[in-house]
């Protein structure tokens, strides 16, 4: 199986192809990627955090499920732990039953009564914060190390394409001396909640220099190319 950063490395290469990835479904797909066409591969249920071939085997031979609630009926809890059918929820693996994760995982909750200790008591754990773009990257983050459903505004930016960002705060900034001898700076920026990683290069730096030297905190629009690890910053202003 792939590690999470080769997975990483390799969604993206898989979209560029126009090929999409598809968040893991519970009745459809196998242990590794699963294609289900020319264009479209499922998400294998064997890279989800916690299905591991001890567990996965039962999982497989019970199929198919016709709602969370099956399942955790059908299954061993031995076979469906909690992180299990946590992950698998959170991954989109039972999203047929509802796009909403949040209210699969409330039900799951309820089947097998989990509590949660607040104040000294227990009581039912009940999840029930708002349902939106942001929580799904980061359950897709917490189960399967990657996200594939939804995609933030850095990620959609082509690969070697100019590209300009607007109004990208300066995070950290740190100045390098190049193999000869030019001041060259490796940045940090943020923008819309998403960091990422900038370059000036030391023949663009010394012109860029002032804008960014001890700029921490302040906004700048930047303009230049995105490669797989970094933008690389051409101006700035």
């Known amino acids: 199986m792939a590690s999470e950063d080769d997975k990483k490395e390799l969604l993206p290469v898989l979209r560029e192809m126009g090929i999409s990835v598809l968040p893991p479904d519970i009745n459809r797909s196998n242990k590794d990627y699963t294609p289900i066409d020319d264009k479209t591969i499922l998400y294998g249920l064997g890279a989800v955090k916690g299905v591991s071939d001890s567990t996965l085997p039962?999982?497989?031979?019970?199929?198919?499920?016709?709602?969370?609630?099956?399942?955790?009926?059908?299954?061993?809890?031995?076979?469906?732990?909690?992180?299990?059918?946590?992950?698998?929820?959170?991954?989109?693996?039972?999203?047929?039953?509802?796009?909403?994760?949040?209210?699969?995982?409330?039900?799951?909750?309820?089947?097998?009564?989990q509590k949660i200790k607040i104040d000294g008591q227990n009581v039912d754990l009940i999840l029930d914060e708002e349902y939106n773009d942001s929580v799904i990257m980061r359950y897709e983050e917490e189960s399967m190390g990657t996200h594939v459903t939804v995609f933030d505004w850095y990620e959609g930016l082509e690969n070697g394409a100019p590209a300009q960002i607007e109004q990208a705060t300066i995070i950290r900034v740190q100045e390098h001396t190049d193999k000869k001898g030019g001041l060259m700076a490796f940045i940090t920026f943020e923008k819309d909640g998403v960091k990422f990683e900038g370059v000036i290069f030391a023949s663009k730096y010394k012109f860029l220099h002032f804008k960014f030297h001890e700029r921490e905190g302040s906004k700048i629009d930047l303009f230049g190319k995105k490669t797989k690890n970094s933008f690389i910053v051409d101006d700035a202003q």
């Open 58 to 113: 039962a999982i497989l031979e019970n199929r198919p499920y016709k709602s969370i609630e099956d399942a955790a009926e059908r299954l061993s809890k031995k076979d469906f732990k909690k992180n299990v059918a946590d992950n698998l929820i959170k991954a989109g693996a039972f999203s047929f039953e509802d796009e909403n994760r949040q209210n699969i995982l409330n039900k799951f909750y309820a089947v097998r009564k």
